[in-house]
Structures are given as structure tokens and as C-alpha cells.
């Protein structure tokens, strides 16, 4: 492990915004009855200043360095933000520029996404962002779209609570789109071309952008962008 990445990890330990659980917290009953961590329900009070528990809870899963959810805190500062990812040496961009700039909305958690039940109450959360999530082309109940993970986030997400897709990949948009159709769930928006079409999109959703985001527009890729809601 290289030099620089065990400076993050151990400057990882100093940010109070960034959550850093073990793995055998969770599983300490087994992978199929996941332990609650003591966070869950309780986001608001411990992590953020305002300590507002109507305060929406917006969740941005697979968040890489965090850049997405800096933005949104910044653009939107009456709601609070949370990034999650499994790899530390990411998550530490994000959190030593929370810090740094003294953002009280916003806080990292490193975790598995298959774990994230685990970390937030019925209700909890009004919002998720996947940004360019890993299409999984090979596994399908992998994808963050599919009806397994939809499992898990109905057992936090507020009752006609926003998922939101934003993606490079074909693949992962169609299979979203068909995963809804045989839910029966409320597509709100959809695009396969966002920036190539004035198809009107909330606030934001084109004015934010991820580091991989504005490189594959550089390219001349075209993003894709969705919107359901999750009953």
C-alpha cells in the first residue's frame, strides 16, 4: 500500500463528518440479519450542527470522492447530505473538503451498500442519488437499480421518496427503465440524452456534475438521467 494512501486512511480517523464502521459490527448476526448501527435513526442529532430532525436527509450511494454531495450541500444548505463508498482513500477528499470548509450539511460514511439498511430508520431519508454507479453488466442483482437493492432502500426511504439515476452507461438506464415497468413505479423524468435535450429536470441535476461526468462529456458521451419514485 503505497505511502499516500496510508496518509488518508490515517488522516480519515481525524474527520468528524466521516463514519467509519467495521464490518463486524453489522454482521455480528450474519450477513442475513443485518446488527443496526447505533446511528440509525439518529443521522440528524449526532452529525449534524443543526440537529433539525425534520431536516431532509439526502443520500448520494457509491459517491466516490464526494464531489456530488459537496455540491448539492453547497447548492441546497436547509437539507443535509450524506456520501457512501467503500473506499477510504476516496472518501478522504470529501471529507477533509467538509471539513476544511467548515460545511455543517454534509457527512461520509464507509460502508458497503449492501450493508446500508443497517444505518438508517424507516423513513430517514427523503433522497438518493446513484451517480455513474457501476453497471454491473454481468450480475445484475448487483446494480444499485435493482429490485434487491430497491429492497433495501424502501426500508429507509420516506414513503414517495426520489431515486435518482444519473449514468454514463446504456445498459444500466434500459435495465432501470424495465426494473420500474415491472414494479409499477412512478417514473417522474427521463432522458437519454440530458444534455443534448431540453427535457425539463429538477434544479441542479445538470448544473451538478461528477469528476467522471464532465470527463465523459469531455468525450462526447451521452449522460442519461432518470427519476422514479420508490412506494
Known amino acids: 500500500m503505497g505511502h499516500d494512501k496510508l496518509r488518508r486512511f490515517a488522516e480519515n480517523e481525524t474527520f468528524s463528518c466521516l463514519l467509519q464502521p467495521s464490518a463486524e459490527e453489522v454482521l455480528a448476526d450474519g450477513y442475513a440479519n443485518l446488527a443496526d448501527h447505533p446511528v440509525k435513526g439518529h443521522w440528524n442529532e449526532r452529525f449534524f450542527p443543526a440537529g433539525d430532525p425534520d431536516?431532509?436527509?439526502?443520500?448520494e450511494l457509491g459517491c466516490g470522492k464526494g464531489e456530488y454531495t459537496i455540491d448539492l450541500a453547497n447548492r441546497y444548505p436547509d437539507?443535509?447530505?450524506?456520501?457512501?463508498?467503500?473506499k477510504g482513500a476516496r472518501l478522504w477528499k470529501g471529507a477533509k473538503y467538509a471539513t476544511e470548509h467548515n460545511m455543517p450539511n454534509v457527512a461520509f460514511l464507509r460502508t458497503r451498500?449492501?450493508?446500508?439498511?443497517?444505518?438508517?430508520a424507516p423513513s430517514e431519508v427523503s433522497e438518493?442519488?446513484?451517480?455513474?454507479?457501476?453497471?454491473?453488466?454481468?450480475?445484475?442483482?448487483?446494480?444499485?437499480?435493482?429490485?434487491v437493492f430497491l429492497d433495501r432502500y424502501r426500508k429507509f426511504l420516506?414513503?414517495?421518496?426520489t431515486i435518482h439515476l444519473k449514468t454514463d452507461s446504456v445498459l444500466l438506464h434500459e435495465?432501470?427503465?424495465?426494473?420500474?415497468?415491472?414494479?409499477?413505479?412512478?417514473?417522474?423524468?427521463?432522458?437519454?440524452d440530458l444534455y443534448g435535450s431540453d427535457t425539463p429536470v429538477p434544479e441542479g441535476v445538470r448544473e451538478v456534475q461528477t469528476f467522471?461526468?464532465?470527463?465523459?462529456?469531455?468525450?462526447?458521451?451521452?449522460i442519461t438521467y432518470m427519476s422514479f419514485i420508490l412506494d
Open 175 to 192: 435495465y432501470t427503465k424495465e426494473v420500474c415497468a415491472g414494479l409499477g413505479l412512478k417514473v417522474t423524468v427521463c432522458t437519454d
Open 158 to 161: 420516506k414513503p414517495g421518496g
Open 113 to 120: 451498500i449492501e450493508f446500508i439498511s443497517a444505518y438508517f
Open 55 to 59: 431536516r431532509d436527509i439526502v443520500l
Open 212 to 222: 467522471y461526468e464532465k470527463m465523459f462529456l469531455e468525450k462526447g458521451c451521452k
Open 128 to 147: 438518493i442519488w446513484l451517480t455513474f454507479s457501476d453497471p454491473q453488466p454481468k450480475s445484475p442483482n448487483s446494480r444499485l437499480t435493482s429490485p
Open 79 to 86: 437539507g443535509n447530505y450524506i456520501g457512501v463508498d467503500i
